[in-house]
Each structure stands twice: as C-alpha cells, then as structure tokens.
C-alpha cells in the first residue's frame, strides 16, 4: 500500500473523531434533559458534565474569535498530502461530510454555537451534577 492510503485513513479517522465529537456535544445535551425527569442519574456525574461544558465552551469560543477547529485543520491537511482536498468518494467519508460540513455565514454558526453553549449552562441549573466528591486516600 501506498502512503496516500494511510494518508487518507488518518484523514478519515480524524474526521470520524470530529463527528463523535458533535455527537457528544449534541446528544449528550438531550440526554441530560430527557434524564432529568427519568431520573437517570448519570446525567448529574460530574466528570461527564464538565467534559461536555468544556466541549462547547471550546467550540463556541472557537467560533467567536474565528479560529477553525483543529480537527478539521489536520483533516483537510492530510487530505491535502495526496492531492484529494475532499474526500476521495469512498461512502463512509463522505456521508460523515455531509453530516459534519454545511454551509452557512459565519454569524450562523456563532450564534447557533452560542445558543447551545447557553442551554448548556442552562441545564446545569435545572439538572445539578452532583458534587465531585474528595479521594479519602483509602
């Protein structure tokens, strides 16, 4: 195999781990929502609701000072490496594409980024994480 297939792989992979990404960020919302009147209550651990507030806390900060997300950077880079700026028509690629990557003005995005960071703060009032708790050293 060549070097452009593991270029490519790599680029896939990035570009798989950008999608889980929004899906955490996405759905990770809605769980929290949807398992406050369920009462599921991991949807308080503390570890998983700072990892989700720090998500969209990055990506909305991301947004505002115009800065392009880094996954997306190293993707394109690699993709750039073996002359296919896109991707190379394989299914899998590119209907994560599809998913991942519209278009739209920046100010869309910003705000949008910006909402959802805001119904995130909101739901750590309306579904309180539990405290983190102090390792006892037993």
Known sequence: MDSGFYYLLAADLLLLTHVLFVAFVV????LVY????LNWSWVRNPSFRLAHLAAIGVVTIQAWLGVICPLTTWEMALRRQVGDAT???????????EILYYRAPPWVFIVCYTVFAALVVVSWFWVRP???????GR
Do not use: D
């Open 27 to 30: 759905f990770g919302l809605i």
């Open 34 to 37: 949807v398992g406050k009147p």
């Open 87 to 97: 991707y190379s028509g394989e299914f899998i690629a590119h209907w994560l594409e």
């Open 130 to 136: 539990r405290p983190f708790r102090r390792n006892s």
